[in-house]
């Protein structure tokens, strides 16, 4: 089960972390991955952080304990503004835009066409256009 970019699975009756969804106590993996191996929850103020930034990979190798305040500048997009931006074209309207590098690489690796696109609008375009065609 999905919740987001992250997945949601059934907790153990002895999992002690926060859990979702009720009565059906789910969880998401990467954090009972986390506890399956060390034995311990996040402690508060901390996040399990995905290095590769793909939140589908829950293996062990690829997760972290960081601090909530190291994950946030890590991720915080004020902080993308003082990095250079690299030029790219739309796949749909062939409109040169400007794209932070680590966003144009975790759009590559979620896109199954490998095309980036300005706008949502020109994803939907495009998407729609693959549909009629077949």
């Known amino acids: ?18 859990t979702y969804r009720g009565a059906r106590r789910y969880v998401y993996e990467h954090q009972l991955v986390w506890w399956q191996e060390t034995g311990e929850v996040a402690p508060d103020g901390h996040v399990v952080h995905h290095k590769n930034d793909n939140k589908h990979d829950n293996r062990f190798e690829n997760l972290e304990l960081q601090t909530r305040a190291r994950h946030t ?25 400007e794209i932070i590098p680590w966003d144009l690489r975790r759009r590559m690796k ?6 980036i696109y300005c706008s949502r609008s020109c994803g939907m375009k495009a998407s729609w256009d693959r549909r009629s065609r077949g």
């Open 110 to 115: 979620a896109s199954e066409t490998k095309s």
């Open 73 to 97: 500048s890590e991720h915080n997009p004020a902080e993308c503004n003082r990095v250079e931006r690299v030029a790219v074209e739309c796949g749909w309207c062939e409109k040169e835009f």
């Open 1 to 18: 089960m999905r919740n987001g970019p992250y997945i949601l699975v059934k907790a153990p009756d002895d999992y002690p972390g926060k």
